[in-house]
């Protein structure tokens, strides 16, 4: 097989599971109104639920960019899918509240395993003229998932089978681990280094990774406050049912941020022949478009509106997830990648349990709508901040990382 085959064959593999990551993950989302029935639940508890996952999930990242690095990635992401299907077939047997929460925690463990790697694992196969593209394709595995795990959570819900619908997705899970380990096992990867030292002191001292690792939580503090609360957001404002309110809030929201994540990868990769920064500009333009659309989500009095706000903010929100990995690899090294992805992830997750958490305790109080408005007013400043960075010491850190390049 060709190295371009070989490549593309990878991608697929990962995809397929990153796609089941999300759908797992996701799933829970949309079953509040049941979960709240069945189990007991309040507003607090149930924003806790995605506050649990993402902050447990938050620590694991930078340890498992660390072993990413330094040990096989290719054996950490088919542990991790292992682990985390058979976490959500747990997830079907609880009995309350609290081991509900005690199962997104496991989920959080097993499935911070995996994002580091495998962002590693795709760039590394690709030059980087080609990098953004590969792994935009990848991210759109989070997309597609989100969606199917929304819908599929809630369609199960309505009919009173939200357990079943972690059994299935776990069992898909565990059963797709076979064919992705024997394919895995058939990839390169460079001789890993147990004896390195730690990569995180090195990754401090670039200025334009701190700042990712700043502007990164303020955007995925918005998208998680979509991905947690809008099913229920408009499930309430619209008096949609279950399953109508998940496809409203993931439908017209994911499928144009699939279309902007491919749309952000290659023109980043063509504006990159022509300008180094050209993956900072593009998370600067995503983060300022998308503003006014995120406003607009929390703020619209008709489901039409509501719907082309979604799409907006997806297409331009797009641009921002094609190239935040992409645009750390730009000033960091190749040995340091799957820690870099870590760190972003974990300075990300943290801020996106608050926004979960949030949600919940303040959906009868200030209320999601502005929530998001000040959500756009932050992402406004993140965009300022990125800009400064660029201008400021984008070329410096370029160089550097260009001497150490192979």
């Not at 399953?243 to 941020?257: H, R």
């Not at 959500?375 to 406004?380: D, M």
Request: aromatic share 14%; glycine share 10%.
């Amino acid at each position: 097989m060709s190295r371009a085959r070989s490549a593309g064959a990878l991608v697929a593999f990962m995809w397929v599971a990153y796609f089941l990551n999300y759908c797992d993950r996701q799933a829970v989302f949309s079953m509040f109104p049941s979960l709240k029935a069945d189990l007991k639940m309040s507003d607090e508890q149930l924003g806790l639920v995605g506050a649990m996952f993402l902050w447990v999930y938050a620590f694991g990242c930078p340890i498992s960019g660390y072993l990413g690095d330094r040990y096989s990635k290719r054996l950490l992401v088919v542990l991790s899918l292992i682990v985390w299907s058979v976490v959500t077939i747990g997830t079907g047997l609880v009995a309350g509240g609290a081991m509900l929460l005690a199962m997104r925690a496991a989920m959080g463990v097993s499935e911070s395993l995996y994002m580091s790697s495998a962002v590693a694992l795709t760039a590394n196969a690709y030059a980087a003229d080609k990098r953004s593209r590969a792994v935009s394709v990848l991210m759109t595995g989070q997309i597609a998932g989100t969606v199917a795990g929304s819908w599929f959570g809630g369609w199960m819900a309505d009919r009173g089978q939200w357990r079943g619908a972690f059994f299935i997705l776990g069992a898909v899970g565990v059963l797709y681990a076979l064919p992705y380990f024997a394919f895995l096992r058939k990839v390169g990867e460079p001789a890993a280094e147990p004896g390195a030292r730690l990569s995180f002191g090195s990754l401090g001292r670039s200025r334009m990774f701190v700042m990712l690792c700043v502007v990164f939580p303020v955007f995925v503090f918005g998208l998680w406050l979509l991905y947690g609360w809008l099913p229920a957001f408009l499930h309430d404002k619209f008096a949609l049912n279950q399953s109508d309110a998940a496809f409203n809030a993931t439908v017209f929201l994911q499928t144009a941020t699939f279309m902007g994540i491919l749309f952000g990868g290659m023109i980043a990769d063509r504006l990159h022949k022509r300008g180094k920064a050209a993956r900072f500009w593009l998370i600067a333009v995503g983060l300022v478009l998308s503003a006014p659309c995120i406003h607009l989500l929390g703020n619209s009095d008709t489901l039409l509106v509501t719907r082309i706000a979604a799409t907006g903010f997806g297409l331009f929100s797009g641009l921002f997830i094609a190239n935040i990995f992409p645009a750390a690899f730009d000033v960091v090294g190749t040995e340091a990648r799957a820690t870099a992805v870590g760190l972003l992830n974990f300075c990300g997750a943290i801020m996106s349990g608050f926004a979960t958490l949030f949600g919940g305790l303040w959906k009868q109080s200030l209320g999601i709508d502005r929530l998001l408005s000040f959500t756009a007013l932050g992402y406004l400043v993140a965009a300022v901040v990125v800009v400064t960075c660029i201008r400021s010491f984008f070329d410096e850190e370029w160089r550097k990382a260009e001497l150490v390049r192979p």
